[in-house]
Structure formats: structure tokens, C-alpha cells
Nanobody
């Protein structure tokens, strides 16, 4: 019913930047909270940053001041600008959204993930 597709991951040197995008499509009535999570090998998935429909943001302590989350409600798209990347930012990054689905109510969705690798 609803698909989230991430893009923009890749390989970058430490200190560099990447911009991730997450496009939502399908039977969408309204998207509420959205967020980026990441999972490194051998570790649990963790919140990177979140944003409400109204634009209120929150960040993990490890990403504050370096990452910026934003969204375009008209395009049903979520972004993550990642600057001053560190090797410890290496992980698979996942998009998450709480979506009001036409005729089905509110459901939570995950994207398939995009790999971000930061080399030293």
C-alpha cells in the first residue's frame, strides 16, 4: 500500500558530506512523524533524527550539529543532510514514517535501507 524508497547513500571520506532522500508513495492520506534510523554491524538499530509534520526536529546526541533532517510534505519526501561525517557513522540508514493510509488507518512503514560507508 505504501512504499518508502531511500537513495543517496554511498562511500565518502571522513569529513565529507552526503544527502539522503526518502520518497514515500502509494495510498497515502497523510504522513505524520518521519525519521531516520541506522544500524551498524553487530549493533541495534538507533534513531538518528526525527521530524514531525509541522517541522519540529530531534537528533541523537551523536549527530547534533552535523546532521540536518528536513521534509517536503507536498512531495512526501524526507531528507537527511549529513556533514562532517565520521567513520562511526558507517551503517545502513533506514527511513521510517507514520502514515495515514487511505481506508486503512495509521500504520508504520520502513524503507529498505541505504548503505553509508565513511572511510578514514
Amino acid at each position: 500500500q505504501v512504499q518508502l524508497v531511500e537513495s543517496g547513500g554511498g562511500l565518502v571520506q571522513a569529513g565529507g558530506s552526503l544527502r539522503l532522500s526518502c520518497a514515500a508513495s502509494g495510498s497515502i492520506f497523510r504522513i505524520n512523524d518521519m525519521g531516520w534510523y541506522r544500524q551498524a554491524p553487530g549493533k541495534q538499530r538507533e534513531l538518528v533524527a526525527g521530524i514531525t509534520r509541522g517541522g519540529t526536529t530531534n537528533y541523537a546526541d551523536s549527530t547534533k550539529g552535523r546532521f540536518t533532517i528536513s521534509r517536503d510534505n507536498a512531495k512526501n519526501t524526507l531528507y537527511l543532510q549529513m556533514d562532517s561525517l565520521k567513520t562511526e557513522d558507517t551503517a545502513v540508514y533506514y527511513c521510517n514514517a507514520e502514515v495515514g493510509v487511505l481506508l486503512s488507518g495509521v500504520r508504520n512503514y520502513w524503507g529498505q535501507g541505504t548503505q553509508v560507508t565513511v572511510s578514514s
